[in-house]
């Protein structure tokens, strides 16, 4: 009698659907009587482990995933001085080759014979484009209108069919200028989020829409070296 009377009292918070956590780990009972950690085995009794979908299942364990960080080592560490490498003389023979290969791309930019090509960064992403090109960027351009001309400022590489100029990262703003026209202004299509959980009567729909900018190219200038 006194045990079915401990196994009444072990699962009674369950028949009546309270959410009272039993901790009985070390609790035991005189010599020779039952202990109460035998019938508390594999009762779900805390309402953290109970499984509102499932019911009466317990929640699948969850591994939290500690991200991983990469940095340099003590001796891959390189020190950079940009002034003392800006101030070293080159050598005769450097200086020749730079002075000529400079000549040579100011020759093809005078001339004009190929059509100019530019890497730009835009919205957290590059675009590789050329004059009337379009391309479609996911996000609001916030103050701009369909119409407006804007100068596209963080660019990467600018080039033509003989030359390429490749910043470190970026080129100088007074030597390529890019401009760009904002053709449209509208909401990309629609994304469906659907949740359904059967015999629960558990449903839901989210409809999500991001904005969407559409730009032009107009022109690509590279002025002289």
């Known amino acids: 009698f006194f045990e079915k009377w401990c196994v009444m009292a072990l699962r009674l918070p369950l028949a009546l659907g309270s959410n009272i956590c039993l901790r009985i780990n070390s609790f035991r009972l005189l010599p020779g009587s039952i202990t109460f950690q035998k019938y508390s085995e594999g009762l779900h009794t805390s309402c953290s482990y109970f499984d509102w979908i499932r019911r009466n299942t317990p929640r699948k364990p969850t591994?939290?995933?500690?991200?991983?960080?990469?940095?340099?080592?003590?001796?891959?560490?390189?020190?950079?001085?940009?002034?003392?490498?800006?101030?070293?003389?080159?050598?005769?023979?450097?200086?020749?080759?730079?002075?000529?290969?400079?000549?040579?791309?100011?020759?093809?930019?005078?001339?004009?014979?190929?059509?100019?090509?530019?890497?730009?960064?835009?919205?957290?992403?590059?675009?590789?484009?050329?004059?009337?090109?379009?391309?479609?960027?996911k996000t609001p351009l916030l103050g701009t209108q369909p119409g407006d001309v804007i100068r596209l400022e963080k660019v990467l590489l600018v080039g033509g069919s003989?030359?390429?100029?490749?910043?470190?990262?970026?080129?100088?703003?007074?030597?390529?200028?890019?401009?760009?026209?904002?053709?449209?202004?509208?909401l990309e299509h629609p994304h469906l989020w659907y949740q359904f959980h059967k015999?629960?009567?558990?449903?839901k729909m989210r409809i999500f829409q991001d904005n969407v900018v559409t730009l032009r190219i107009k022109d690509i200038s590279l002025h002289e070296i």
């Open 199 to 203: 015999r629960r009567r558990h449903r």
């Open 162 to 186: 003989q030359f390429s100029l490749i910043g470190r990262p970026l080129l100088p703003r007074n030597r390529v200028s890019v401009y760009a026209m904002v053709v449209e202004k509208t």
């Open 63 to 137: 591994r939290h995933k500690i991200d991983r960080i990469y940095a340099p080592l003590e001796e891959e560490k390189i020190d950079i001085i940009p002034d003392a490498q800006a101030n070293i003389p080159l050598s005769p023979a450097d200086q020749n080759l730079y002075n000529d290969i400079c000549e040579k791309v100011s020759a093809c930019v005078k001339s004009n014979d190929s059509r100019l090509f530019a890497v730009v960064h835009v919205a957290g992403k590059q675009f590789k484009v050329t004059s009337e090109d379009l391309i479609s960027l």
